[in-house]
């Protein structure tokens, strides 16, 4: 009897000691995320969960998007004026701002005019003796063309700025509150510099962000801690801390058990049981991405648009949105997810209705759908267009089969279709989408053979453009068509690898350049819904859902703000 | 005894040299530099392990030595405790099943321990985590403590790190690491815990049929006080070798285990370095644990026979 008494202790003393300190837990945020960030600097990179762990944690931009409206509003940008030709942008600075104080660095003065001319000369001036420092690779300004778009950025006095561009640019703004636009210490890059480690800038950050770094493990954790003096009002979180766990299951689990108070990136095979558990909230940000099938057409027979026509027509979207999506996300009916129309609708609800230069503009859109974190329980964001009914699909088919047999392949071909191997934010299952795409393009007699392949070893053999089809997709970064458009479809983009259809049409081009000099917003959805409209009809890509980006926490945290056009926000997130 | 001692060591020393001999014709074989001769190699390799230059990682950039310092107390506190759990169990079971012969309770100790050892312990792992983490809530997931605390490294075993810091949560800390110690020591006991069981219940069955504990029993000793003070006494030097070799096992089981419960230990960080293809880690950690398992099991044994010299005349005996 005494022998088990003994073997009971230490099992109830360790069960009686369940509780974590109170007050320690209560300050902090414990965040799963499924991999480590791959530099400490967003300008350096595009991965979601890199801008998840360093964007608004570490750092601040000169303007940031209004969660509802997503337009550019002052962050250390107190205002700016813009010339009249759009060609100049001048922007006061917030005053008193503190750069992070830390082992590695302490700071002797408040952010001022030279940390902004730092931060952005660095992407465009090759001379800057930090253009080539990590790498010299800035993703998202080289998509932008920024060293093309902005000619100088000079100091007019300690407390403005001005920035001067070639030509005029109606996403500038945008551009600036985007993740990747952050402001970093010039005078922590000098210091560096003469200390000869000028590659620590982006490993050992420093920045004016609501947090400050304290500790990081590769491939474990990454520690914050909140920055004492910050310059913007709440006194959130004191300790956040980034649990990096590659596998879902884990995180889940992880989630189930109280070990994470917040979890990314859910499969959409869990969504379910978080849906069912009493103490989770489930947000979801509007879809921003649109996953694709690209048909190479500059390579035969899908050069003939009849084919890629055939099997537009062919195709089931809605089986792949409820096999692959598990029917959480929305079928796309156009490039654009809703999204970047909102505005524009709920401002002129009557020249969109009738919808007749696009009809994929959907008018029911709900403005709910964009707010940053906004716990859905029924799954579905926007209503779906209802699934075709066998006679239709009967009849798409048919059609599909004379456009084949009038391009001469009655019989059918094959075809080999490449994927990446991985999940990806608009497609978590390229395979899976694959197997599906080979059931539903088998009655045509069209051969579909699979190839899942790695990140990189895709991208190369797109650059090399022999592929006869891929499912790919894209994820916006800043709410703006000729995000998507530009990167999917402009013939510039076929040499970065990212046009996949290898699509390039002179009139698309205009129609985008045109949307991108013209400030009147209504006049510019036009230009895209004609660009669009090029695109639709000649099939050059082919649309199959937007996905929406979840996130799982405890619905004892508030003001998490899960971004739709980049990482998450912790700054004004609190347990109650 | 110095002879022995001295025989014990010139045998271990040979093993090690053997292992690094065979590390290095694999590093030679791979990725072997034409000016260099295999002697004028190995001597340098053998430099370099004596100077604690284990190499940088690739991965890292970092000295692959300093990592290994890093993770090894990990793994040291998860084996450590396994043994200690393996002992509390198997002792107990296994004289229960001698003391039991043939009888029922013998019989399922005996089945009870060949399930233990058939069982996979990557999945006997998701099975405890599923049931006492997810469905009871009383126990953590993963990991060797919440990422709450802030807990500094001194020794890396993180249930003595957390007493040593100097923190006001130190106690919660403590029992926070001890939470997330017990599923994946008793994971890992599984195996060892059979092993014990078996090894105690034979040689005390071998004990049990000697005169003096049958001329201690009709003298009216009572049978407890036989069975600890003479039973247990002597059966304890038969089984202890046996038991020291089942480091080996333990360490084998060790990386499935830190896998499964994310323990941040030399084998989840040999897992990861060979996904990564990280040559200097995965050298390193090899040799490592290679080296823990010879030296541990020589020091048992040597340990076996300070402490019980009858052991030691038996060598001596067996080895005219």
């Not at chain 1, 008494?5 to 109170?22: Q, S, T, V, Y």
């Not at chain 1, 590659?199 to 004492?228: A, C, K, M, S, W």
């Not at chain 2, 247990?232 to 030097?237: E, I, Y």
């Not at chain 2, 089984?239 to 994310?262: C, H, K, N, R, Y």
């Amino acid at each position: 009897m005494r022998l088990w008494l003994w073997a009971l202790l230490p099992a109830l003393l360790i069960a009686g000691c369940n509780e974590k300190d109170p007050q320690l837990a209560q300050n902090s945020l414990l965040y799963c995320t499924p991999s480590s960030p791959s530099s400490f600097n967003p300008q350096l990179v595009i991965s979601t969960e890199t801008l998840d762990a360093t964007a608004h944690q570490l750092y601040d931009r000169l303007l940031t998007l209004d969660p509802l409206s997503q337009q550019p509003r002052p962050a250390l940008a107190t205002d700016w004026q813009r010339s009249d030709d759009g060609l100049r942008y001048r922007f006061r600075l917030q005053p008193d701002v503190a750069f992070h104080h830390t082992p590695w660095f302490s700071p002797s003065r408040p952010f001022n005019a030279q940390d902004v001319v730092f931060s952005f000369t660095r992407l465009a001036d090759k001379q800057h003796p930090y253009h080539l420092v990590s790498g010299g690779r800035y993703p998202f300004f080289s998509a932008i063309s920024w060293a093309q778009l902005v000619k100088q950025v000079h100091i007019v006095n300690e407390h403005e700025v001005e920035f001067v561009l070639n030509h005029a640019n109606a996403d500038f703004l945008h551009y600036l509150a985007s993740d990747y636009a952050v402001i970093l210490s010039a005078e922590y890059g000098a210091q560096l510099l003469a200390a000869g480690t000028p590659q620590l800038l982006d490993q050992q950050p420093v920045g004016t962000g609501p947090f400050l770094l304290n500790l990081y493990r590769p491939d474990e954790f990454i520690r914050y801690h909140r920055h004492p003096n910050y310059w913007q009002t709440g006194d959130g979180l004191q300790h956040l801390v980034l649990d990096i766990t590659p596998k879902s299951s884990k995180r889940l689990a992880k989630m189930l058990s109280g070990e994470c108070d917040a979890m990314a990136n859910p499969a959409a095979s869990q969504l379910e049981v978080i849906q069912k558990h009493p103490d989770i909230a489930l947000s979801a940000a509007a879809g921003s991405n649109v996953a694709v099938l690209a048909l190479n057409t500059q390579k035969p027979p899908f050069n003939d648009h009849r084919v890629r026509n055939a099997i537009r027509l062919a195709l089931n979207k809605n089986d792949i949105l409820q096999a692959v999506y598990f029917g959480r996300a929305s079928l796309a009916e156009s490039l654009l997810p809703a999204t970047f129309w909102q505005q524009a609708i709920l401002a002129h609800p009557s020249s969109f209705i009738s919808s007749d230069i696009n009809p994929a503009i959907n008018p029911t859109i709900s403005p709910a759908t964009s707010s940053p974190l906004m716990p859905t329980k029924s799954g579905a964001g926007r209503a779906q267009p209802a699934p075709f009914t066998d006679s239709e699909r009967e009849q798409q088919l048919t059609e599909a089969k004379n456009l084949l047999a009038q391009a001469g392949l009655s019989g059918g071909f094959k075809m080999t279709l490449l994927m990446p191997a991985g999940a990806r934010a608009y497609n978590p299952d390229g395979l899976k989408t694959g197997q599906l795409l080979q059931q539903q393009l088998a009655p045509l007699g069209i051969k579909l053979t699979l190839r899942a392949l790695d990140e990189q070893v895709l991208r190369n053999s797109l650059l090399a453009g022999q592929q006869d089809a891929v499912l790919t997709g894209w994820s916006a970064d800043i709410p703006s068509p000729d995000n998507i458009l530009r990167n999917l479809l402009s013939c510039r983009a076929i040499g970065a690898g990212t046009n996949a259809s290898r699509w390039c049409n002179p009139a698309f081009e205009v129609e985008l350049n045109l949307a991108l000099t013209e400030p009147d917003q209504l006049r510019r959805h036009a230009y895209y819904q004609a660009a669009q409209y090029l695109a639709e009809l000649d099939v050059a890509l082919i649309p199959l859902v937007h996905s929406r980006r979840h996130l799982a926490y405890r619905y004892s945290i508030a003001g998490l703000q899960l971004l739709p056009y980049g990482g998450i926000n912790f700054q004004l997130a609190e347990k109650e | 005894m110095l002879l022995y001692l001295l025989r014990r060591l010139g045998l271990l020393i040979s093993t090690l040299l053997m292992l690094t001999l065979i590390a290095f014709s694999l590093e030679f074989q791979l990725l072997s530099q034409p000016t260099q001769s295999f002697i004028e190699g190995y001597s340098l390799f053998l430099q370099q392990l004596l100077t604690g230059d284990f190499g940088v990682s690739s991965v890292s950039g970092l000295p692959v030595l300093g990592t290994l310092g890093q993770y090894f107390p990990a793994t040291l506190e998860l084996c450590l405790a396994a043994f200690i759990i393996s002992l509390l169990v198997g002792v107990p079971a296994g004289t229960w099943a001698a003391l039991h012969l043939n009888r029922w309770q013998d019989t399922s100790i005996l089945t009870g321990t060949l399930i233990g050892y058939s069982v996979p312990v990557f999945w006997l792992g998701l099975l405890l985590v599923m049931f006492f983490s997810l469905n009871l809530g009383w126990l953590p997931v993963s990991g060797q403590l919440s990422l709450l605390y802030e807990i500094e490294q001194v020794t890396g075993i993180m249930t003595i790190d957390t007493l040593l810091a100097d923190t006001p949560y130190r106690w919660p800390a403590f029992f926070d690491a001890l939470r997330h110690l017990v599923l994946p020591a008793l994971v890992l006991a599984i195996v060892p815990t059979t092993e014990v069981i078996r090894q105690i219940r034979s040689a005390l069955l071998e004990v049990l049929k000697q005169n003096y504990i049958r001329a201690a029993l009709t003298k009216g000793v009572s049978e407890n006080h036989v069975i600890l003070r003479h039973g247990l006494r002597n059966a304890f030097p038969m089984a202890i070798p046996t038991l020291g070799l089942q480091f080996g096992t333990v360490l084998t089981s060790a990386i499935m285990t830190e896998i499964v419960f994310d323990w941040p230990g030399l084998g989840r960080w040999l897992i990861t370095s060979i996904a990564l293809q990280d040559y200097a880690a995965i050298k390193a950690g090899t040799l490592a644990i290679a080296t823990f398992t010879i030296v541990a099991s020589a020091a048992v044994e040597v340990l076996s026979t300070l402490i019980y010299p009858a052991r030691r005349r038996a060598i001596y005996a067996s080895q005219r």
